[in-house]
């Protein structure tokens, strides 16, 4: 008989599965979209369109809770969060790690149409009343958000 103080599923495994989970999700959503014919920047725009009004608690808190909140999706998706500066004006955050080769190859995807997927941001900061914008530093996914003006 089993201990009924005991979960049949530890916190712990449901975690290490969810994150695994929503790491996949860039993967599946871009190669979706290449199989679709369309882009990685179409799949990134799409699901940022998708997302941005969940996001509505993030309104008005200004760059670096924005940018927190997008540190926090890196890392949930299997990115490790290195650096998160800034303000409620300019904010900026620094991923390692985004985008595995075996993944990659598995998925039949780049390095550069899974960073593309990091333009999931820039719709999600435009329903926001902010701007983001993403590059690559050598290992590094910069993602920088900004109120206009």
Do not use: K
């Not at 290449?34 to 179409?42: F, K, L, N, P, Y």
């Not at 309104?59 to 998160?84: E, H, K, T």
């Not at 997927?117 to 690559?136: K, M, N, Y």
């Amino acid at each position: 008989m089993s201990d009924p103080t005991s979960p049949i599923l530890p916190d712990e495994e449901i975690t290490r599965f969810a994150r695994m989970n929503a790491s996949a999700f860039p993967y599946v959503v871009t190669a979706l979209a290449r199989e679709c014919g369309r882009s990685a920047d179409d799949a990134a725009a799409f699901v940022g369109r998708t997302f941005a009004p969940g996001w509505e608690e993030v309104r008005g808190q200004g760059a670096r809770v924005a940018a927190r909140y997008m540190a926090l999706n890196l890392a949930s998706g299997g990115a490790d969060v290195v650096a998160l500066t800034g303000d409620e004006g300019h904010a900026e955050v620094r991923a390692a790690g985004y985008g595995d080769e075996g993944e990659l190859a598995f998925y039949g995807l780049t390095r550069d149409d899974l960073d593309r997927f990091v333009g999931t941001f820039g719709p999600i900061a435009e329903h926001l009343g902010l701007r983001a914008d993403w590059r690559r530093e050598g290992e590094e996914i910069v993602v920088t958000v900004e109120r206009p003006g």
